[in-house]
C-alpha cells in the first residue's frame, strides 16, 4: 500500500523558558538557561537543590481550577499544550470525523507527587484504617492525560500512552506518525508531559548519582560536551504537535509547519541507566529512521542530539554520529537544548521535536549553551560542529531529534521541509 504523508500543522510547549511557543523559541534561539533554584519542595537537604521548572503557570487559562484539582499537575501540564496545538491548528472540532483523531501522548513517570501525597498520607493514618483520595488512581496513572485530552474534545481515534523513560514522547510521535501513514486517523495530538521535581523524583535520581550537583551554578550546570560535566539538570513541562495526513491537512486549509517523515526505533540490550559506551544503540536508531525516511546522511543539516550532560552518555552519541554519518558529521550543525530546558523526561521528545520542526521553519540552529573555552574531553572530537553559545543561522532542509531513555530504549526522528 502507498503510505500517506504526515504533516506537522500546530504546536503547544510549556517549558522552563517559556509557556507558549514563540517564548520557548525566542528563549532557545537566544541561550537561555531555565535552570534555577527548586521551588516545588524544600530542596535544601538534598544533594541536588536546583532544576529546570516551569514558571507562572495558571492551569485557570486551560482548566476550571474544580476540574484541575482532580488532575496531577503533569496532566494539567499535557491538557495546556494540547489545547495550544489544537488552538495553533486551527481544528475545529464541529467539523471533523471525531472517530479519526486520536490522542497518543508519552509519559516516563506520570503522576509521581500524587502517588508521593497520597502513600505519605495513608502512612500517617493507617492507625485509623486505610483512607485514600478516591481520585488517586486517576490522577497517579500515566494513561490518564491522554485520556483527559480525548474527553475534553471528543476525540474517538487511537487512545493510549507510550512509556520508555526519557524515549517516551518520540515513541508517541513516532506511533501517532504510522497510524497516520497507515491510513488509520485523520490526525493525532502527541507529545508527552512530565512534572516530577518533587522530593521522590528528585531524591531517586540523587541517589542513582544521575543529577549534576552544581549547586552553586544552576544556569551553567548542564553543559554538554563539556570535560567539566557532572550530570544531567532535571526538567519539567510539556510539548504538543498536532500530526494530520497531508491531504486532510490541505482540504481545510491548515497551515504546514514541516513535514514528519521517518521514525526509529532501537535497543541499547546493554545496562539500566548506561548507553552503550561506543554508541551501538544510537547508531542503530539513527540509520533506522534515516532508511524509514528514504534518506541519506547528507540529506541532514542539523541533530538535536540526547545530549543529557552526563560523563558517559555525551560520548557515545557523538561516536555515534561519526559512525552514521561520516565525513558528513563534520558539515552537521549539532545541539542540545537541553542545556537551556533541562531534561524534561517523558517530556523531552515532544519539546525538542518541536525544536526541530521551527529549525527546519526558520532555518536556525539553537545553541549548546555553557561550553567555556578550554573545557574539552579528551574523548569528544571537537571538530564537530556542537553550535556552542550561539545560535547559528544556516539552512536547514531536515533535521534529526534522538532521544534514549534508560532501560537502553532509543527513538529518533526527522523532520524536513514541507514541499507541496
Not at 474544580?66 to 467539523?95: C, F, H, S, W
Not at 526538567?235 to 491531504?247: D, N, P, Q, V
Not at 560523563?311 to 537544548?337: C, M, R
Amino acid at each position: 500500500m502507498e503510505l500517506k504523508r504526515v504533516v506537522v500543522t500546530g504546536l503547544g510547549a510549556l517549558t522552563p523558558i517559556g509557556n507558549t511557543v514563540p517564548e520557548f523559541w525566542e528563549n532557545l534561539v537566544n541561550g537561555v538557561s531555565g535552570a534555577g533554584p527548586i521551588t516545588h519542595f524544600d530542596a535544601s537537604k538534598f544533594k541536588t537543590q536546583f532544576a529546570c521548572e516551569v514558571k507562572n503557570f495558571d492551569v485557570s487559562q486551560y482548566l476550571d481550577r474544580k476540574e484541575a484539582r482532580k488532575m496531577d499537575l503533569y496532566t494539567q501540564y499535557a491538557i495546556a499544550v494540547a489545547k495550544q496545538a489544537i488552538d495553533d491548528a486551527a481544528l475545529d472540532v464541529e467539523k471533523e470525523d471525531l472517530n479519526r483523531i486520536g490522542v497518543i501522548l508519552g509519559v516516563g513517570i506520570g503522576g509521581i507527587k500524587t502517588f508521593e501525597d497520597e502513600v505519605s498520607a495513608y502512612a500517617l493514618s493507617k492507625e485509623n484504617g486505610p483512607r485514600f483520595n478516591p481520585f488517586f488512581i486517576p490522577k497517579m496513572i500515566a494513561d490518564i492525560a491522554s485520556g483527559q485530552i480525548s474527553i475534553m474534545y471528543g476525540f474517538r481515534g487511537p487512545n493510549f500512552t507510550t512509556t520508555s523513560a526519557c524515549a517516551s514522547s518520540s515513541n508517541a510521535i513516532a506511533d501517532a506518525f504510522n497510524y497516520i501513514r497507515l491510513g488509520k486517523a485523520n490526525a493525532i495530538v502527541t507529545g508527552g508531559a512530565e512534572a516530577a521535581i518533587f522530593d521522590a523524583g528528585v531524591g531517586g535520581f540523587n541517589a542513582m548519582h544521575a543529577l549534576s550537583t552544581r549547586n552553586e551554578d544552576p544556569q551553567g550546570a548542564s553543559r554538554p560536551f563539556s570535560a567539566s560535566r557532572d550530570g544531567f539538570v532535571m526538567g519539567e513541562g510539556a510539548g504538543c504537535l498536532i500530526l494530520e495526513e497531508l491531504e486532510h491537512a490541505k482540504a481545510r486549509g491548515a497551515k504546514i509547519y514541516a513535514e514528519l517523515v521517518g521514525a526509529g526505533l532501537s535497543a541499547d540490550a546493554h545496562h539500566l541507566t548506561a548507553s552503550h559506551p561506543e554508541g551501538l544503540g544510537a547508531t542503530l536508531v539513527m540509520s533506522n529512521a534515516l532508511e524509514d525516511a528514504g534518506m541519506v546522511p547528507e540529506d541532514i543539516d542539523y541533530i538535536n542530539v540526547h545530549g543529557t550532560s552526563t560523563p558517559v552518555g555525551d560520548i557515545s552519541e557523538a561516536k555515534a554520529i561519526q559512525e552514521v554519518f561520516g565525513e558528513h558529521a563534520y558539515k552537521l550543525n549539532i545541539s542540545s537544548t537541553k542545556s537551556m530546558t533541562g531534561h524534561l523526561l517523558g517530556a523531552t521528545g515532544a519539546v525538542e521535536a518541536i525544536a526541530c520542526t521551527l529549525s527546519v521553519q526558520n532555518d536556525i540552529v539553537p545553541p549548546t549553551i555553557n561550553h567555556t573555552e578550554g573545557d574539552n574531553d579528551e574523548n569528544i572530537d571537537y571538530a564537530l560542529n556542537f553550535t556552542f553559545n550561539k545560535a547559528q543561522k544556516r539552512t536547514v532542509r531536515a533535521a534529526l531529534s534522538n532521544t534514549f531513555g534508560f532501560g537502553g530504549h532509543n527513538a529518533c526522528l526527522i523532520v524536513k521541509k514541507y514541499i507541496d
